[in-house]
Structure formats: C-alpha cells, structure tokens
C-alpha cells in the first residue's frame, strides 16, 4: 500500500482526520494525496466565473488543515481540483496509483443523524478503488481483531483482498469471517477458497436479512477494532445504495470501515 488519497470537504473534523490518514500513511510507508474538488460556478444574470476564487481558497484550506497535523514525515501531496467530484477522483487515482482512499463519514454534512453523508456515500458507492472509513475524531490504532462480513465468499476477481491482506501482515491482526445467508443466497456461496482461508482465523455462518444485520447480531462475540465489508449492490450498505446517504439510526460505526470493491 503505497498511495493513500484523502479527499477533504469542508467539515470540522478536517484536521482529525488528516491526522489518522498521515498516521496510516506512516505504518505503510506511504504517499498521501490530499485533495479538495470544486466545480465551476457562476453567478446569475452576469456569468462572471468564480473558479480562481474556489481555487485560491481551496489551496489556502489544504494549507491550513495541513499545517495543523504531524505529518511524522510522510511525504504529503496536496491539490486542488476542478471537476465533477466521482469522475476527478478516479482520474487522480488513476494518475497517482491510488491504492486506497481514506473518507470521512460526513465530509460536509451538518446533520447530526447522518452517518454517512451525501458525497462520503457517493465515494464508496461509486467508485471501485477500495475505501477506509474513519470514523469522527477517530485516533489511530494499529487494527488487532478484524470482522469481515460478506454474504458470499465467492471470489473471481484478482487481488481484491489484498487491502485486508496488507492491513493483517501490517498490524499482525487477527481476521474473523462472518459468512451471512440472506435471501439472495446460491449454492456455492459459503464455499471459501484457499485465499480467503488462509487469511481468516474462524468462520462463522449465520442468517440473517442482511449482511448488516448479521453484524449486528455477531459484533460482540468478535469485539473487532475494525469492519471489513464488501462493496455489492445488496451488499452491507443496502439502503445507502439508494439515495447515497446512511442514517445514524441505520448504522453508526465507532469502527473503522474498510470496503472492499466487489469480489466477483
């Protein structure tokens, strides 16, 4: 894992959580992009363009935010984009070789129900580069026990476990799988290959509605320190699926949450 990317909104746990991504970043010995999108707006009826502006400002936050934190030393690229936010950040990942991408829940939401906020959902739901959600004010703590929950173990493509891979050598965590039979179970989907076998500790099947609900019935028998998850249409993040926003009453993680893109 060599290149991190933060996206930064303009939420007030900015700081925090450039912290926790300069502290990942470090154990990894890796390369942190920071960045900030904006769009081009106009203002009505005189169609004078502002972008410059947004620009300036944007680059004068980063500095800001980052000048606050201890980078500890690891090399931190910052920029400021303009673009749509989903098609920029696949071409920066594209352009710096992104290997993960480090979110915030709320990057800008206000709204204390929310749990996952509008662009924070937008990220995980749409793009296929594996994420880290941070929760709020999270501090970092090398991960020991991790849960990983799916609700098949089927895996066709190639190299997709190897975030959690890399976080188990790393960290020398422990990984539990939780295997989930919901209604959309096949034959064959708690077969778990070698790969995923030899990275994981214990197996457990349950049934449940969902694979989020499943979590939440398993959770304290496991205690993890961080979630692992698969990123699947009816997958864990159901309901954000629909309208890429999560509600506090749905799921609200203490946890890191690392989404894996999908297996198959």
Sequence with gaps: MKNILVPVGSSKNAASHLQYAADF?????AKLFVVQVYNVYTKAGTMIKVDKILERESQEYLKKQIAKIDTKGVEVVTRTLKGKLIDTLEQVCK????DLVLIEPRTNSVKDEVYLGKTSGKIVKQMQVPALIVPEGEV???PTKILMAVKSAIIRKKGVLVPLQEIKEKFNAAVDLLLVKTQYYNEGDFDVNKELSELVRDITKTENPTTFHGVLEHYRTYSPDMLCVVRRK????TQMWENNTMLKKDFSSSLP????SGLK
């Design 234 to 237: 009816r997958g864990f993040f």
């Design 95 to 98: 352009a710096a070789n992104i």
């Design 25 to 29: 970043a470090k154990a990894f010995d």
């Design 140 to 142: 970092f703590k090398p």
């Design 257 to 260: 949450v690392l989404v894996l």
